[in-house]
Nanobody, 125 residues
Framework: QAQLVESGGGLVQAGGSLRLSCAASGLTFSSYAMGWFRQAPGKEREFVAGMKWSGERSFGDSVKGRFTISRDNAKNTLYLQMNDLKPADTAVYYC???????????????????WGQGTQVTVSS
């Protein structure tokens, strides 16, 4: 059974950095697209970044130039490096995995099949 476990969240001041990790098990990690989403209180879950097995990447408009996504297939781990964090980045961050090969990187919640439990990121001003 597929399992995704996020870690690395915490409290950081505005302008600071954090790196989130997502450890995957029970799935062929290297084969499918994986992504990061976030959800702030009272808001819908929002696409942050995604990465295909080929290395192609996609980012949400609000994080372009500040966040990067990478994966280590040998470690079955997905990363999200977040720089220049802003209070608006405060949210629970979720890791997600597709389970079928796709031509494009999914950018909607419905485009992913497996989800982690989330990790809280809080950015203070």
């Amino acid at each position: 059974q597929a399992q995704l476990v996020e870690s690395g969240g915490g409290l950081v001041q505005a302008g600071g950095s954090l790196r989130l990790s997502c450890a995957a098990s029970g799935l062929t990690f290297s084969s499918y697209a994986m992504g990061w989403f976030r959800q702030a209180p009272g808001k819908e879950r929002e696409f942050v970044a995604g990465m295909k097995w080929s290395g192609e990447r996609s980012f949400g408009d609000s994080v372009k130039g500040r966040f990067t996504i990478s994966r280590d297939n040998a470690k079955n781990t997905l990363y999200l490096q977040m720089n220049d964090l802003k209070p608006a980045d405060t949210a629970v961050y979720y890791c997600a995995s597709d389970k079928f090969p796709s031509v494009e990187i999914p950018t909607t919640v419905g485009g992913y099949d497996y989800w982690g439990q989330g990790t809280q990121v809080t950015v203070s001003s």
